[in-house]
Every structure is written in C-alpha cells, then in structure tokens.
C-alpha cells in the first residue's frame, strides 16, 4: 500500500507569493495517476491538477504541478487571495485505490 | 453539467447500519465510475470504494469488510451503506465522479454522525 506524505503542513505566506507543496510517496507512482486538490472551509475538494502537470479544466495557470516517480510537487506562482485552503494529493494504485495525503494548508501569513 | 447530490439521515446510532444516496443530474450514470469519500471532523479525506455502472465493485481495504456500494441505472443513483459503525465513521460524506483515476465531480457532501 502507497502512502502519500505531504508538506510542509502548514504553509504561512503572504499573497503574491510563492507557494511550493511536496507530495512524497512510499514507492514510485506512476505521474499518470497522481492529483491534487484544493479544499476550502465548508467546500468540497475541487480537481487542480490530474497526471501531475494537467490543469483541470478552469483551473488558472498560476498553478501548476510537476514531479515523477516519489516526488511531485504543486507550485501557484503568485498567491491570491483565494488560494488559501488546503491541499491534497491523490494517487490511483494499480491495486486498484485511490490514497490521499495527509494535506497541506495554506495561510495568510 | 452533471451535478451530485448526497443525501441520507444525518444520524445513525453505533452498531447500525449507515446508508447514503447519491444522485447524478445532469448527465446519465453509465458508462461511468462513481466513489465515495468520507472527511472526518478537522481531518483529512479518506477514499471508501468506487462502482462502475455496470455493477462491479472496489472497496478500500480497510473498510472493505463493512461497505458496500450499489447502483441504481433507472433512477441515476449509487448508494453506499456502511455496516456496524461507531464513533469513528462520524464524518462528512461525499460522492464524486472517477474520472481515470480522479475525482472530478464532487457532491456538496453531507454530514453523518454516530451517536446514541
């Protein structure tokens, strides 16, 4: 079973900044299969990112992802305001599962 | 735009069985993969199974010898009930559409908690 470990945990950053979120996994993960997520307080989680570099579909291109193998990053070039929420990444198994990380938050510093 | 809607009682007492629906609008059910995900309070989102629409079935280990997952074609729902819960099944619920592998259409989610 893959876990997927996620960090920092809390990120604390101004808006305009540089936001930089690792996702690290147990084992090699195929990059076709991992996502990340973006959940407010109240809301649903929304797809950011599927095969870890494609936008969603409306999703704007100051996010972005990147990484293979144990390593995958998901980086918003200039924070705004609404960018402030939790993140998480998922990957699909070839068990099959789908396994999420721990989560990263993202704050107004 | 295809929407989901969970729905189901809010309260279910420990040792019984938990049932949710979920209703798909906007679009047909097959040929489609569906899930369900649970949030508990002020954690993280653990994956519960998913169904294709023809029927067939995966679960997540953990959980696998307690959930079941359904479909119902005629009526463009799925459901997932969730036997002998306690405590730790107190979250929010959510169904979504799995899309290769991702979950790109969420319900709003709706809260179940566990108690006497």
């Known amino acids: 079973e893959i876990v997927l470990s996620q960090s920092p945990g809390t990120l604390s950053l101004s808006p305009g900044e540089r936001a930089t979120l690792s996702c690290r996994a147990s084992q090699s993960v195929s990059s076709s299969y991992l996502a990340w997520y973006q959940q407010k307080p109240g809301q649903a989680p929304r797809l950011l990112i599927y095969?870890?570099?494609s936008r969603a579909t409306g999703i704007p291109d100051r996010f972005s992802g990147s990484g293979s193998g144990t390593d995958f990053t998901l980086t918003i070039s200039r924070l705004e305001t609404e960018d402030f929420a939790v993140y998480y990444c998922?990957?699909?198994?070839?068990?099959?599962?789908?396994?999420f990380g721990g989560g990263t938050r993202v704050e107004i510093k | 735009q295809v929407q989901l809607q969970e729905s189901g009682p809010g309260l279910v007492k420990p040792s019984e069985t938990l049932s949710l629906t979920c209703t798909v609008s906007?679009?047909?059910?097959?040929?489609?993969?569906w899930s369900w995900i649970r949030q508990p309070p002020g954690k993280g989102l653990e994956w519960i199974g998913y169904?294709?629409?023809?029927?067939?079935?995966n679960y997540n280990p953990s959980l696998k010898s307690r959930v079941t997952i359904s479909v119902d074609t005629s009526k463009n729902q799925f459901s997932v009930k969730l036997s002998s819960v306690t405590a730790a099944d107190t979250a929010v619920y959510y169904c979504?559409?799995?899309?290769?592998?991702?979950?790109?259409?969420w319900g709003q989610g709706t809260m179940v908690t566990v108690s006497s």
């Open positions: 169904i294709y629409s023809s029927g067939s079935t």
């Open positions: 979504a559409r799995l899309v290769g592998g991702f979950l790109v259409i």
């Open positions: 998922q990957e699909y198994g070839s068990s099959p599962v789908l396994t």
């Open positions: 095969g870890a570099s």
């Open positions: 906007g679009g047909s059910i097959s040929p489609n993969y």
